[in-house]
């Protein structure tokens, strides 16, 4: 499994003992015990596979960052790691079918259901097998009917395909970098039998009337030579073509600008450089207002940049609205003299001076009520935004909310400033009107007076004090009332009423009235928000 540039680790050589003890003791006796065994191997093969595939993705992404620097120098072994890649997954996806397969055929679920088994990383995989301890299905499927699984069945079909997989490195390698690579996968050679006295082949003694356990088990670990082969193989490309002296951290061009969007008054200041430099050879940067990437030329008059660090400053005076953009070319030579050039294009946003004020309900602040207002600057974080009034209170609740008091007059204004390049900038104002809060309008039974059913009124008997068509949640109660009614002599009498209900003297007053009777509820007070006020009076007319 391991290699001269990358040897076993003490956990994959752990693994491989664990699998040789675990398959001889299959010849004695298939305990519980043995069966969770295996499921623990299995398990730790699985996740020394992910380790190895993050090794050999690292390196891939080594070539494409490399193959924006030196392409035709790394080319060549860029095509050859693709190809190792393909073949690797096409080895890997094959090698997962069978495993599918088997699986499928002893549990009978589909392959798609196995597959989702699998994938379920809350759960151990063969843990949730239960015919783990299958042997004939396993056997049948791997060798059909040849004795020795030499030809014509599924095993010497795998053979097969690892045999040729490791002549596709060889060959991709080469007689000079395959010096001190081990791909493993030794499927050729034979092993002893357990009789002692003759040997079998690879496909015997690792397929040969095992159980499913041993099986799957041994699937993965293949899947793990796989990857542990092609890390290896791709490690040994990558070193081959050499750096040229340059680090491959990153390798574009980058615009960094401490804002894309810049008041008239200050400056616009961005950062331009390529991450991969050779800090003893400083990059140049021509800035124009565009840049043809295709010829690698500068549009425009070009302006120089002597870069520092390997960064190179940009400074241009915000003097015209609007976006401004501008491109160019950021040129790095490395250690070995050869010269790159990198395209780089950018824009920012040149504006007036502005706030954006609104009232979250209308450009109205009530007397006596908390009056919610938005405040922000176009690119400016609510942070640097500073806010006051000049007739009340303005209090922030974060994120660009205020709450506005006011008690009394007719205006109010509200300014902004920012904080902007190291000072203060006013950013404009915004007058609001001032008002008393509206005198809320009597209802009973949901009308305005007029003509009512004495079912209506005995369904509803509920005088309110509705503030119609009015943004705030504000709410009035109605404290007290008189209810007028003219008795049997034609006398006009009084009955006084608190809260808002009619009481059951009012309500019999109605259950007893006829058609063309005449009720009136008056002096009605409302309390609320800025304290108890007179709302006026209902008329009620019985039509029925």
């Known amino acids: 499994m391991g290699s001269k540039n990358c040897p076993e680790t003490p956990r994959q050589k752990m693994i491989s003992m664990m699998y040789l003890v675990l398959t001889a003791m299959l010849a004695l006796n298939v305990s519980k015990d043995i069966l969770q065994a295996f499921t623990v191997v299995n398990d730790s093969i699985v996740a020394t596979n992910n380790i190895f595939e993050g090794k050999a993705n690292f390196y891939y992404d080594q070539f494409e960052k490399s193959m924006l620097l030196q392409p035709e120098k790394v080319k060549e072994n860029y095509g050859k790691a693709k190809k190792v ?26 392959t798609d259901e196995v597959k989702a088994m699998e994938k379920d990383k809350t759960k151990s995989f063969l843990a949730q097998v239960n015919g783990k301890d299958n042997v004939d299905i396993p056997h049948n499927y791997f060798f059909g009917e040849s004795e020795d699984g030499s030809s014509g069945c599924k095993v010497a079909e795998l053979k097969q395909k690892i045999v040729d997989f490791k002549k596709k490195m060889t060959d991709l390698l080469g007689p000079k970098l395959m010096v001190g690579v081990a791909l493993g996968l030794d499927v050729e050679k034979e092993y002893p039998n357990l009789e002692g006295d003759g040997t079998n082949n690879w496909q015997i003694t690792n397929f040969a009337h095992t159980i ?50 810049v008041l008239t008054g200050d400056k616009y200041e961005a950062e331009i450089f390529v991450a991969a430099y050779d800090s003893k050879q400083q990059p140049k ?15 425009g008059g070009a302006e120089t940049i002597e870069g520092v660090n390997g960064v190179g400053k940009l400074e241009r005076a915000a003097s015209s609205l609007g976006e401004q ?8 030579i490395s250690r070995s003299g050869v010269t790159s050039k990198y395209p780089f294009s950018a824009s920012y946003f040149v504006a007036q001076p502005s706030a954006t004020i609104s009232a979250d309900k209308m450009n109205v602040f009530y007397i006596g009520v908390e009056n919610p207002v938005t405040i922000s600057v176009p690119g400016v ?9 000049n007739n009340g209170s303005l209090s922030p609740t974060g994120n660009g909310h205020y709450i506005v008091k006011v008690t009394g007059g007719a ?28 005198t809320p309008i009597p209802k009973l039974a949901g009308k305005i007076s007029g003509n009512f ?6 369904a509803q008997p509920h005088v309110l004090a509705v503030l119609e068509n009015f943004d705030f949640e504000l709410r009035y109660n109605v404290v007290s009332f008189v209810f007028t009614y003219r008795n049997a002599a034609g006398d006009l009498l009084d009955i006084p009423g608190s809260g808002m209900m009619l009481n059951a003297q009012m309500q019999d007053k109605i259950r007893s009235s006829k058609r063309g009777d005449r009720f009136f509820i008056n002096e009605i007070r409302a309390a609320g928000p800025t304290g108890t006020k007179d709302i006026g009076s209902l008329n009620i007319k019985i039509t029925q």
């Open 285 to 299: 940067i021509y800035v124009g207002s565009g840049v043809d990437s295709v010829n690698m030329t500068v549009i």
């Open 381 to 389: 974080p609510n942070d640097q935004v500073r806010a006051s009034i």
């Open 85 to 110: 890649k393909d073949e690797a997954a096409a080895l890997k996806a094959y090698i997962n079918t069978i495993k599918y397969e088997i699986v499928s055929a002893v549990e009978g679920l589909s």
């Open 212 to 261: 499913l356990a041993a099986d799957v088990t041994m699937l993965n670990k293949l899947i793990l030579e796989v990857s542990n082969a092609e890390a290896g193989v791709v490690q040994k490309l990558y070193e081959s073509i050499g750096a040229e002296g340059f680090s491959f951290d990153k390798v574009e061009a980058k615009v960094i600008a401490k804002s894309n969007y």
């Open 325 to 332: 953009k501008y491109g160019g070319i950021v040129e790095v």
């Open 411 to 438: 205006k109010a204004t509200i300014t902004v400033s920012a904080q902007t390049g190291g000072s203060s900038k006013g950013m404009g104002s915004l007058e609001f009107r001032v008002k008393p809060l509206p």
């Open 453 to 458: 059913t004495k079912a209506e009124i005995l």
